[in-house]
């Protein structure tokens, strides 16, 4: 008897050592990604260079954003190759609201498709006047959500500073979030949040499920700061904010965005992955 639960214990200390490690081999990988308006002049000068050099860093995705739409169907597919070929990939694509017109939404389906993203992010609506204008921006991404199922793909929105600040008692983000379905992604930038007041974990575990993708982008109150401090030296406290994106926001991949710093673009974009992973492994 005294054997067998010998016998027990240690099987049972030994299920014990080894279940934190099941559990990590089990958690879903995380990408992490650059928003390429971080490096947009050097976009603007050598594009395809441009996405070699943040490939080399050790970036998985990028996100290309409004000028993609004026691109040819033959520069969309070298580009798709090049993609291919670094071992990166671009999951979705930043769109002012003209792309979700009727008349531009197919060609922003196209060369989405042809790049290989996933989503149409709505990062502009125009000009919106009231609550009921910010109601019409939802019931446009709705419209859009239907038209890309078929294809495979998905719409979502992206927020700025203004969309967390009250209209009429409500915050635009809000608006968004309530009226729209739950396939629309709420695409976040925690940065602007941050800036416009509210605590970006409570939005996060408002809307399980929808944060997909973040932008993972600072903010200091200081003077002459702003989002200028390199990712990880403002106030964002990013491994609460991790932590909620993982286990209730139902996160796919992290995009980096920096507005600027004291070191040059692509410097600036090395050093805040470095800073990304010590804190998100740590």
Same mark, same amino acid.
């Given at each position: 008897?005294?054997? !067998?639960?010998?016998?027990?214990?240690?099987?049972?200390?030994?299920?014990?050592?080894?279940?934190?490690?099941?559990?990590?081999?089990?958690?879903?990988?995380?990408?992490?990604?650059?928003? $390429?308006?971080?490096?947009?002049?050097?976009?603007?000068?050598?594009?395809?260079?441009?996405?070699?050099?943040?490939?080399?860093?050790?970036?998985?995705?990028?996100?290309?954003?409004?000028?993609?739409? !004026?691109?040819?169907?033959?520069?969309?597919?070298? &580009? !798709?190759? &090049?993609?291919?070929?670094?071992?990166?990939?671009?999951?979705?694509?930043?769109? *002012?609201?003209?792309?979700?017109?009727?008349? +531009?939404?197919?060609?922003?389906?196209?060369? +989405?498709?042809?790049?290989?993203?996933?989503?149409?992010?709505?990062?502009?609506?125009?000009?919106?006047?009231?609550?009921?204008?910010?109601?019409?921006?939802?019931? !446009? &991404? +709705?419209?859009?959500?239907?038209? $890309?199922?078929?294809?495979?793909?998905?719409?979502?929105?992206? +927020?700025?500073?203004?969309?967390?600040? /009250?209209? *009429?008692?409500?915050?635009?983000?809000?608006?968004?979030?309530?009226?729209?379905?739950?396939?629309?992604?709420?695409?976040?930038?925690?940065?602007?949040?941050?800036?416009? %007041?509210? *605590?970006?974990?409570?939005?996060?575990?408002?809307?399980?499920?929808?944060?997909?993708?973040?932008?993972?982008?600072?903010?200091?109150?200081?003077?002459?700061?702003?989002?200028?401090?390199?990712?990880?030296?403002?106030?964002?406290?990013?491994?609460?904010?991790?932590?909620?994106?993982?286990?209730?926001?139902?996160?796919?991949?992290?995009?980096?965005?920096?507005?600027?710093?004291?070191? /040059?673009?692509?410097?600036?974009?090395?050093?805040?992955? %470095?800073?990304?992973?010590?804190?998100?492994?740590?």
């Amino acid at each position: 008897m005294m054997a !067998r639960q010998s016998v027990s214990r240690r099987s049972l200390l030994a299920l014990a050592a080894i279940a934190p490690l099941a559990s990590t081999a089990q958690r879903k990988r995380i990408l992490v990604g650059l928003e $390429l308006y971080s490096v947009r002049e050097e976009l603007k000068q050598d594009l395809m260079g441009t996405v070699r050099a943040v490939a080399k860093m050790g970036y998985e995705v990028v996100e290309f954003y409004a000028p993609y739409f !004026r691109w040819t169907d033959a520069y969309a597919k070298d &580009l !798709r190759k &090049l993609l291919d070929d670094l071992g990166i990939r671009c999951l979705s694509t930043h769109n *002012d609201s003209q792309s979700f017109t009727p008349e +531009n939404l197919p060609r922003a389906i196209e060369l +989405n498709q042809l790049i290989g993203s996933k989503f149409i992010v709505m990062a502009s609506a125009g000009r919106v006047q009231g609550l009921d204008g910010w109601k019409g921006v939802a019931e !446009r &991404l +709705n419209e859009a959500a239907e038209k $890309l199922k078929p294809q495979g793909l998905r719409t979502g929105y992206h +927020n700025h500073a203004a969309e967390f600040r /009250p209209v *009429d008692g409500r915050r635009p983000i809000e608006i968004i979030a309530e009226n729209t379905g739950k396939e629309v992604v709420l695409q976040f930038d925690v940065g602007t949040c941050i800036e416009a %007041g509210p *605590d970006p974990v409570a939005w996060i575990d408002k809307n399980p499920g929808r944060i997909v993708s973040m932008h993972c982008k600072d903010w200091s109150p200081e003077p002459g700061k702003g989002y200028k401090v390199l990712f990880g030296e403002g106030v964002a406290l990013w491994k609460k904010i991790f932590e909620a994106a993982e286990t209730t926001g139902g996160i796919e991949y992290y995009l980096i965005e920096q507005e600027g710093s004291d070191y /040059p673009p692509l410097e600036t974009v090395e050093r805040c992955l %470095g800073t990304f992973r010590k804190l998100h492994t740590s």
